[in-house]
């Protein structure tokens, strides 16, 4: 297995730009991983291949406004700001700047906002100091810093949704809703679980009529996703918080007993059951997991996934080979290709029975 294998070549017209008007009215392509064969369906063509009690796990992560612009002090100049997280540590916020800065640049935000560039951390990430906290002229306190709005609100103000690097527009309103889930709860994702953005609450009432188990878990996407793998072995993962409830660990767990199918929607949902693994069975929990699929891998949790198409090299692509099979992958992909599917976070979709 070479890193070659997992890179194909996509005209650059089949990279979605905008989002359906329908969500559920995107294309399905429906792999079958014992008979080697392809399906062309539309999404919601997909209630008609659930069975009664099978169990449908979705990733319930929100979408942050984490992307912001602002501008050198003195300068003027522009600066491209991505917040990888909300949470501060030491009063100080991990983000993704262009252009390059000097340590100790000032950068000024809408909103009376101003915040110093501190370096690096040991991984090379920039960080900011202080972010919703004028940090100069501060008066009356005693830290020497004016209290300033929280990030988030600050964010959900004042910021953008972080649209994926090969969306070559800006965000726009309609964004702010269509680079979301329907069912999005638990805020904290740089990223959508794309799998999810082609269900509608009608096409998610049609599946529980059918007597489908709808569960959710959490995994809040990082930017790290979008990475490419420069090496099969050495590669290492970026880390995501997740969490599995003792609930739906439960519920799931009583389905594999029962021998009813589960399904993951998303790489990011396969993921958390995959890393909840305990001899044979899910064990519920909450914190951070790097776990690298790749071929081979013992599968114990999700018998189908539902997903999108991936980006060549990433960790992504390199799950759904290893799920469904290098050779099926490819021959999908190349139909896919062929038929001018759409790709990407706003293209269409693939379900792997």
């Known amino acids: 297995m070479n890193l070659s294998d997992f890179d194909y070549p996509l005209p650059k017209e089949l990279i979605a730009q905008q989002p359906l008007a329908k969500r559920d009215s995107s294309r399905l392509l429906v792999a079958h991983r014992k008979t080697k064969t392809l399906e062309d369906r539309i999404f919601s063509n997909i209630v008609d291949y659930f069975s009664p009690e099978d169990v449908l796990v979705l990733n319930d992560t929100r979408v942050f406004k984490a992307r912001i612009l602002g501008k050198k002090k003195g300068t003027g100049g522009k600066v491209d700001v991505l917040f990888l997280g909300t949470e501060a540590l030491d009063d100080q916020y991990r983000c993704l700047i262009q252009p390059a800065l000097k340590e100790g640049q000032i950068i000024e935000f809408p909103g009376n906002v101003e915040a110093v560039y501190a370096g690096r951390d040991k991984q090379g990430i920039a960080l900011l100091l202080s972010v919703g906290a004028p940090l100069v002229g501060a008066q009356g306190q005693e830290q020497g810093r004016a209290q300033g709005p929280p990030l988030q609100g600050w964010l959900e103000k004042y910021g953008t949704m972080p649209l994926p690097p090969y969306i070559k527009r800006e965000p726009e309103s309609a964004d702010d809703g269509a ?74 767990n009583q389905a594999k007993t029962e021998k009813r199918k589960i399904w993951a929607v998303g790489t990011t949902t396969l993921r958390v059951l995959e890393t909840c693994v305990v001899k044979k069975k899910l064990a519920p929990g909450k914190g951070e997991t790097n776990l690298y699929i790749k071929s081979p891998f013992p599968f114990e949790a999700v018998d189908c996934l539902i997903t999108n198409f991936h980006l060549p090299k990433t960790t992504l692509l390199l799950l759904v080979s290893a799920f469904m099979g290098e050779s099926l992958r490819k021959q999908a992909y190349e139909h896919a290709i062929a038929e001018k599917y759409r790709f990407y976070s706003y293209g269409d979709a693939m379900m792997i029975m």
Do not use: C, W
């Open 179 to 252: 680079y979301q889930t329907v069912y999005a709860n638990s805020q904290g994702a740089v990223a959508a679980p794309t799998a999810g953005l082609h269900f509608t609450p009608e096409l998610l009432e049609n599946i529980r009529r059918k007597d489908v188990q709808i569960l959710y878990v959490t995994l809040h996407v990082g930017y790290g996703t979008f990475k490419p793998v420069e090496d099969l072995e050495s590669h290492v993962m970026h880390s995501e918080i997740f969490e599995l409830t003792p609930e739906v660990a439960d519920k799931i």
